[in-house]
Nanobody, 128 residues
Framework: QVQLVESGGGLVQAGGSLRLSCAASGRTDSGYAVGWFRQAPGKEREFVSAISFSGWVVYYADSVKGRCTISRDNAKNTVELRVSSLKPEDTALYYC?????????????????????WGQGTQVTVSS
């Protein structure tokens, strides 16, 4: 089992930035990829970004590409998502998720059904 805890969400004005963090604990000895997803009220959960276990492979949704950077520190079992130039449409509950894999294959990392473990989420609210 892997436990995930997100932090760093909050209320921010449009144009601002946030740094979201995902801390993993438990059975982290196996290689795992991490993805960030978000869900706005009344909308389906959508992919935001993902990073392979090595950190060499990263993916971003078109909606955040150029405004978002994902990184990880395997020694600390943390994954960070930095989002800048925030827009009101970025308002959502942001989840991090983990899947036990060392693969960096796009279909695996973008598909929420491939993830085995999920955090409780951290709320991001962007005011206009």
């Amino acid at each position: 089992q892997v436990q995930l805890v997100e932090s760093g969400g909050g209320l921010v004005q449009a144009g601002g930035s946030l740094r979201l963090s995902c801390a993993a604990s438990g059975r982290t000895d196996s290689g795992y990829a991490v993805g960030w997803f978000r869900q706005a009220p009344g909308k389906e959960r959508e992919f935001v970004s993902a990073i392979s276990f090595s950190g060499w492979v990263v993916y971003y949704a078109d909606s955040v590409k150029g405004r978002c950077t994902i990184s990880r520190d395997n020694a600390k079992n943390t994954v960070e998502l930095r989002v800048s130039s925030l827009k009101p449409e970025d308002t959502a509950l942001y989840y991090c998720a983990a899947q036990t894999t060392t693969s960096g294959a796009r279909p695996k990392l973008l598909d929420p059904r491939q993830y085995d473990y999920w955090g409780q989420g951290t709320q991001v609210t962007v005011s206009s």
